[in-house]
C-alpha cells in the first residue's frame, strides 16, 4: 500500500484530518498534513510543498541494507520503499520540512518488531537542499548523492559496509561514526576535500588517484583552499579498510 503524504497551504483542524485520513485510507492513500502523525506502510511517496526550501531528512533501521539516490520527478519529494513497513513522520515548519523514516520513539514499536527489519531503497529530489542522517544497526549503506544538493551528511552505523559518492557542487559537511566494516569513499574532482580521520580508525587506508595529499591524520585535495565547492569530512571510531577516490 502506497501512502501519499501531501502538504496543504491550508491547515485543517486535527477531527478533519482524522478524519479525511480515514476516508482515503479505506482506497490505499493517506494524506498527512503538517504534524507529528506517523504513517506505517511498505511505500511512502512525499509531495514536494511550494514553500519549501530545506530538507532534512534523517533514516534508522536494525537490520538490512539501505539505499539512497536522486530523482527528478516533479512535485515530489521523498520516495520510499521497503521490504517491511517503515514508520514515517512529515512536518513543514515555515520553508524548513523533516522526513523521519524509523523513529522508534515515536511510535509503540515493541509489538511489531518487524520494523527493525528489512532493506530501505529511498530517492530524493535532486532540486531540493538537503540535510541526511543515516542511522542503523547492521547492514550496507549505499548512498549515491552525486546528483544531489547536499548540505551536510551524518552517518552512524555499527556493522555493515558504507559506499558513498559525493556531489560535485556545494559546501558540505559530514561525519561518520561506524563498528566495523569497509568505506569507500568516491569524492568528484570538481570537489575540494577534507577528511579527517581520529585516533580511533583502525585498518588500511587507500587512497586512488592523485587528489589527495596525507597531512599527518587528514587527507586534503590539493586545491581545497582555493575550491568553491567542498567537503569538510570526519571520519570516527572506524574498525576496517578505507578507500578514497576520485572521480
Not at 482524522?18 to 511505500?43: C, L, P, Y
Not at 531528512?57 to 521490504?83: C, H, M, P, R, T
Not at 566494516?181 to 575540494?192: C, E, F, K, N, Y
Not at 587507500?206 to 571520519?235: C, M, P, Q, T, V
Amino acid at each position: 500500500m502506497a501512502h501519499n503524504i501531501r502538504l496543504r497551504g491550508e491547515r485543517p483542524s486535527l477531527r478533519k484530518t482524522f478524519q479525511d485520513s480515514r476516508k482515503k485510507k479505506r482506497v490505499g492513500i493517506a494524506q498527512m498534513s503538517e504534524s507529528r502523525n506517523v504513517e506505517t506502510a511498505k511505500h511512502h511517496r512525499i509531495s514536494l510543498p511550494e514553500a519549501l526550501k530545506l530538507a532534512n531528512i534523517k533514516v534508522g533501521f536494525g537490520i538490512g541494507d539501505v539505499e539512497a539516490a536522486a530523482f527528478d520527478e516533479a512535485g515530489i519529494l521523498f520516495q520510499g520503499n521497503y521490504e517491511n513497513e517503515k514508520p514515517l513522520r512529515f512536518r513543514l515548519l515555515e520553508d524548513e520540512g523533516q522526513v523521519v523514516v524509523g523513529d522508534w520513539s515515536s511510535v509503540d514499536w515493541l509489538p511489531y518488531f518487524w520494523y527493525f527489519f528489512g532493506d530501505c531503497h529511498i530517492k530524493l529530489n535532486k532540486h531540493v537542499p538537503l540535510r541526511i542522517a543515516v542511522d542503523s544497526r547492521v547492514g550496507d549503506t549505499n548512498l549515491d548523492l552525486f546528483e544531489l544538493r547536499i548540505q551536510d551528511l551524518r552517518v552512524r552505523y555499527l556493522v555493515g559496509d558504507l559506499d558513498i559518492q559525493f556531489p560535485q557542487v556545494g559546501l558540505i559537511s559530514g561525519s561518520i561514526e561506524s563498528t566495523l566494516g569497509d568505506i569507500a569513499i568516491a569524492v568528484p574532482r570538481a570537489l575540494g576535500a577534507q577528511i579527517r580521520l581520529s585516533s580511533a580508525v583502525l585498518g588500511k587506508c587507500r587512497i586512488e588517484g592523485d587528489l589527495f595529499e596525507k597531512h599527518g591524520s587528514k587527507y586534503i585535495s590539493k586545491d581545497f583552499d582555493k575550491a568553491e565547492n567542498r567537503l569538510d569530512l570526519r571520519i570516527d571510531f572506524h574498525l576496517g579498510d578505507l578507500r578514497i577516490t576520485s572521480i
